[in-house]
């Protein structure tokens, strides 16, 4: 038939074109692809895996269509450059696996070893950049799921892919080509040799000026391990680096920012001073979804000099967090969901830093966080909790102080609708953590009203019977046990823990071994003959 290619070529491409951004391929252009594959030749295979590329796919797509794109790959890594269509079809194969690893639950297999092969064979004498980016989307997908990491050999070949198309990257063709490349050399651990000899050799600044925005996300990767492993070598181009953290790609501001946290105790500070003055970027434009490596350069940022964060970075930041529902006064079991603790742990030390210079940080995540304390047992609600509070006694230690001792020494339960039911509040182990959180930060502020809040939560244990509450007396009275050079302190130290050593000493699972060190205490003890 043909007559028939010629035809089926032009509707292949037209569906492709028509596909909505982000919708599930429907069954007319699942349909559309497969003929592409069954009737085609490599020119209709490449349009067929182009449609794939473009649309979601659900699993049951992806079980009618994985084989035919696996053929092609096995396919191209035996007959190479023989076809000239041939290796752009593996590649548009090698991206919808790519691309159902990163965006369905479907699990496509590790073919490693058919990655290694195309790598192989796209730099051989007579290799094709298409086959190389084909091995090396394969190998990505692989490295994705922390179960391969490439050989020397490997790394050493992926760079020599990238070095012969950095001397011709006006299009974005090139890009295309060489984006995944820089996102493997830029994870793996070998191949240190490679790394440097791109990094020596290819122009930093006219790649961190690229447009491409697929280019920038592989190629930041690379930045970003480049600046843990040399940064010197990356100083003189921070002003360039630091336009990408106001990029319009999610993913390309979250690798400025991880580059730029790499540096970040490296290299002079006033280089990175750009990145610092840019920083608002991230937080104007991702509101609910605050990038973590942002977070965490701004805390570090914050951990060198406080007032090296600008007014502005601070009104973003504070602006974000205003639209996060994280952030709310009720936060629900969602808020607990393991891949958010992270984030919400280096939020919050940010947060606690940041709170003197913006205090309107603490009215943000300050608000309710007593009521949800109390509403939530969830381990990581408390912990969220727990932190917010801490920026907030940052602010107002001595208002939220009080309250914190109610709330302590009340016999209000934890789980309850009407407060009236459920285990005494510190008697839980996240809830201890909670509070023993919380604990120190005011313990931080006023020894003393730590020592007082020691005193009247030893004398509720004693009553109540309820020792739990003892896991914050022991955490209150480290802090004071540093701080004993002021008399007051040291005498009550002394007597709160003569009066805990008798009865207690067994339930202080986190004491230091000095601190119940009787000739340590005993010279600390004041002189009563003064």
């Not at 023989?82 to 790519?98: F, G, H, Q, S, T």
């Not at 391990?225 to 181009?237: I, K, N, T």
């Not at 120190?440 to 502020?445: D, L, N, Q």
């Amino acid at each position: 038939m043909p007559d028939s290619v010629p035809q089926l070529g032009l509707e292949l491409i037209s569906t492709k074109t028509s596909i909505e951004d982000g919708q599930l391929l429907t069954d007319e252009e699942l349909n559309t692809a497969i003929r592409g594959f069954e009737e085609g030749g490599f020119q209709e295979s490449k349009h067929a895996a182009g449609i794939l590329s473009e649309g979601k796919m659900s699993k049951g797509a992806w079980d009618a269509t994985s084989e035919y794109l696996f053929d092609l790959l096995e396919e191209a890594s035996v007959v190479g450059t023989l076809d000239e269509d041939l290796p752009k079809a593996a590649c548009k194969a090698a991206r919808v696996i790519a691309k159902i690893n990163s965006n369905t639950s479907v699990d496509p297999p590790l073919r490693t070893e058919l990655g290694e092969s195309l790598i192989r064979d796209g730099t051989g004498d007579e290799g094709n950049p298409w086959l190389t980016t084909a091995g090396t989307l394969l190998l990505s997908t692989a490295m994705d799921t922390g179960e391969y990491e490439p050989a020397d050999e490997i790394a050493k070949r992926i760079a020599e892919h990238l070095l012969a198309l950095s001397k011709n990257t006006d299009g974005t063709q090139e890009a295309n080509l060489t984006a995944v490349g820089y996102g493997i050399l830029g994870r793996t651990n070998n191949g240190d040799h490679a790394k440097t000899l791109v990094a020596e050799s290819i122009d930093l600044r006219e790649y961190l000026y690229r447009t491409e925005s697929n280019l920038r996300e592989g190629f930041l990767r690379f930045v970003a391990r480049v600046a843990q492993e040399d940064p010197a070598l990356l100083e003189p181009y921070t002003v360039e680096l630091a336009t990408h953290l106001r990029a319009e790609s999610f993913a390309v501001r979250r690798d400025a920012a991880r580059a730029f946290l790499a540096l970040c105790d490296e290299v002079n500070w006033e280089a990175l001073r750009p990145g610092v003055l840019t920083l608002n970027g991230p937080f104007e434009r991702d509101g609910p979804t605050l990038p973590l490596f942002a977070i965490q350069f701004l805390q570090r940022v914050v951990q060198h000099n406080p007032e090296a964060v600008p007014q502005r970075v601070g009104d973003a930041f504070v602006k974000a967090l205003q639209h996060d529902d994280r952030f709310t006064s009720v936060y629900g079991s969602e808020a607990a969901i393991q891949e958010d603790a992270l984030t919400r742990a280096t939020l919050f030390a940010a947060v606690e830093t940041l709170a003197p210079e913006f205090p309107e940080l603490a009215d943000v995540v300050g608000n309710g966080v007593f009521d949800e304390l109390e509403r939530w047992p969830d381990e990581g609600v408390k912990l969220f909790v727990a932190a917010a509070a801490g920026c907030f006694v940052a602010v107002a230690p001595n208002v939220v102080g009080n309250r914190f001792i109610r709330l302590l020494i009340d016999d209000s339960g934890v789980g309850g609708q009407d407060g009236s039911t459920g285990t005494p509040l510190v008697a839980d182990k996240s809830t201890k953590a909670a509070v023993s959180r919380f604990a120190t930060r005011m313990a931080e502020f006023d020894g003393k009203k730590a020592l007082s809040t020691a005193d009247q939560l030893v004398t509720h244990a004693e009553d109540r019977g309820t020792p739990g509450h003892l896991d914050v007396v022991a955490v209150l009275l480290q802090i004071a046990h540093q701080k004993r050079d002021d008399d007051e302190v040291r005498r009550n130290f002394h007597d709160i823990i003569e009066r805990v050593a008798d009865t207690h000493e067994d339930e202080f699972l986190a004491w230091d071994e000095d601190v119940f060190d009787p000739e340590l205490d005993q010279h600390s003890a004041p002189d009563d003959s003064e």
